[in-house]
């Protein structure tokens, strides 16, 4: 047997942390956002965005309400410089948004830099330069002191060129890049040499980028690491503590999270986690985990489908179907227990009064993201008779008895069993009509009926129906204690048969529920529905259910089905 060759690698070092405070933390506020889709985003697209859909992308992370906006490397290339220039230019900026841009540590790159600011209101002059020990060694072949020197040298500049345009209220930025491959004591030490340079105040701050640039240890030492920065670094009401973690394991949303609680003041990420490798943070995941904590997001994701729409069309990148919040099965439930679990949730769930959302298997109310009941439930062959039931019940109005949803779901069974796909709920409508409801495919149909006192027992009635057996227009008569009872003798009698009411429901179905023939409700006036269940002779049970403006029809309707379908079987 094969194995996969795991001695190349080293687990990474943990921080010496014993005393951490982290863990008994909650986050009780929203993070300063930063979105870096503009940036980081766009620089790992196959097909990296034009100007009309950078200019989508930004007017879409106004709209959801980031107030920092990451909006490219102007020094870098043509496209994002005229990007800033044109939000600049032609006011397209809010004056409550901040936008930044970033740039490599190098002269000519932040001079290029701070032409392309010129005029904003306020902007973020974000500058880093790698300092993990790899980068050190292979990339730049540099000692810490070579690195510092890189860092404090692009921080000088950019103090004496903001100095130059008082236009602008400037904010600094420095990311030590690769901060989690760094030693955690030089990424102090870089960090206040730069903080020396720049002189950040309480009034004043200066941002320190802390960039999980690869994920390379689970989140729990992300989270040390942040807390061991906080408690060593000078001055810490003079800076803004920001994460910027990639997710190249997987657990970026959990590593912000911690990091956060760590003490961090600030997030960059992107909508639904898009960009290098395996993507930046998912700043919408993370946002709607404190929404369902009952913590204020500070972001406006009430339409969630949109941006999800927006993010696709400008990354050209879809988003998966079982993306947390957002993704099209993100709501939907396929099991039979989970189904039938929902089904009760929601019912519960309209009944209370303290607007407090439980509903099991269902974080958050679909509908405070834009997202309607309707796709919840979805059926296959894993489904059972709750989720079968929803669906006649939310969108046709019926509300099927226990036992008759046990048995109406055997039959949706045979059919997924026989497909292996899903069934819609159209199929479910319709599969539901043709075994109880379309009378001409059984052997009687139902006309009218009227009905009197038996002369000799008050108590009795006498009935007369007019119905067709086998397409021939004939009369029944039978006696009962009332309209059914005398209806299920007049059949009996007729056909030979013996069967016996065990259970009769029935109900009104509103208006705008009401079944039509494309799955729609029709808003015809209110028809009554009624489920008979009876027993024949061998003992076996089966429904009929019966649908009619007059709910004593209704219930004939309903005997008719049910003697149909023994007659058929």
Avoid at 105 to 133: D, M, Q
Avoid at 334 to 343: T, V
Wanted: charged letters at 25%.
């Amino acid at each position: 047997m094969n194995k996969m060759n795991f001695h190349k690698y080293r687990p990474f070092a943990p921080i010496n942390l014993p005393d951490r405070t982290w863990p008994n933390k909650t986050i009780i506020k929203a993070p300063i956002w930063c979105s870096v889709d503009l940036r980081d985003g766009n620089q790992a697209l196959i097909e990296p965005m034009g100007p009309e859909r950078k200019l989508r992308m930004f007017e879409t992370l106004v709209k959801l309400g980031f107030k920092e906006i990451e909006v490219g490397f102007p020094a870098a290339s043509d496209t994002d410089f005229a990007f800033v220039r044109q939000i600049i230019e032609e006011n397209l900026v809010p004056k409550d948004v901040t936008i930044q841009v970033l740039t490599q540590c190098r002269p000519e790159l932040i001079t290029r830099t701070f032409e392309a600011l010129k005029g904003a209101h306020r902007a973020i002059v974000h500058f880093y330069n790698s300092t993990s020990t790899l980068q050190r060694r292979v990339v730049f072949g540099l000692d810490q002191a070579g690195i510092t020197k890189i860092a404090t040298d692009a921080a000088a500049l950019v103090k004496e060129l903001a100095d130059k345009a008082p236009e602008t209220d400037w904010v600094f930025q420095y990311s030590p890049e690769s901060f989690t491959g760094t030693e955690i004591d030089y990424s102090i030490e870089i960090c206040e040499a730069v903080a020396a340079v720049i002189k950040p105040t309480p009034q004043k701050r200066m941002i320190f980028n802390l960039p999980a640039t690869v994920e390379m240890s689970t989140a729990n030492i992300y989270a040390d690491q942040i807390e061991y920065f906080l408690r060593k670094v000078k001055n810490r009401d003079s800076i803004i503590l920001s994460l910027h973690p990639h997710n190249d394991r997987g657990t970026g949303v959990a590593a912000a999270e911690l990091g956060v609680m760590a003490g961090a003041d600030r997030v960059e990420g992107t909508l639904f986690g898009n960009g290098e490798r395996t993507g930046n943070v998912d700043v919408v995941t993370l946002a709607m985990n404190l929404f369902s904590q009952g913590v204020d997001p500070e972001l406006d994701f009430t339409d969630i489908t949109s941006a999800a729409r927006t993010a696709e069309y400008c990354n050209q990148l879809p988003v998966h179907p079982r993306h947390p919040y957002v993704g099209e099965l993100a709501f939907t439930a396929f099991s039979g227990s989970h189904q039938d679990a929902i089904k009760k949730g929601m019912t519960a769930q309209g009944q209370r009064n303290d607007g407090v959302w439980e509903v099991p298997y269902l974080p958050i109310d679909p509908a405070d993201v834009g997202r309607a009941y309707e796709p919840v439930i979805r059926i296959n062959s894993q489904s059972g008779k709750g989720g079968i039931s929803y669906v006649l019940e939310t969108d046709y109005g019926l509300e099927l008895p226990r036992r008759l949803q046990i048995e109406f779901s055997q039959v949706i069974q045979r059919i997924a069993d026989g497909t292996g796909k899903e069934i819609s709920p159209k199929l479910i409508w319709d599969t539901f009509e043709s075994e109880y409801l379309t009378q001409p495919q059984g052997r009687f149909n139902f006309g009218s009926h009227r009905t009197l006192p038996d002369p000799h027992q008050s108590e009795r009635r006498s009935l007369t129906a007019q119905l067709k057996d086998g397409g021939k227009a004939i009369d029944l008569q039978g006696q009962g204690t009332g309209p059914i009872d005398a209806y299920i003798d007049a059949i009996n009698r007729h056909a030979g048969i013996q069967i016996n009411l065990i259970d009769y429901r029935e109900h009104a179905i509103v208006p705008t529920a009401t079944p039509s023939s494309d799955g729609k409700g029709s808003g015809a006036s209110s028809e009554a529905v009624a489920y008979v269940e009876i027993k024949r002779g061998d003992g076996t049970t089966l429904f009929g259910v019966g649908r009619d403006r007059n709910i004593v029809a209704a219930s004939l309707k309903a005997v008719t089905s049910a003697a149909n379908r023994l007659l058929a079987n």
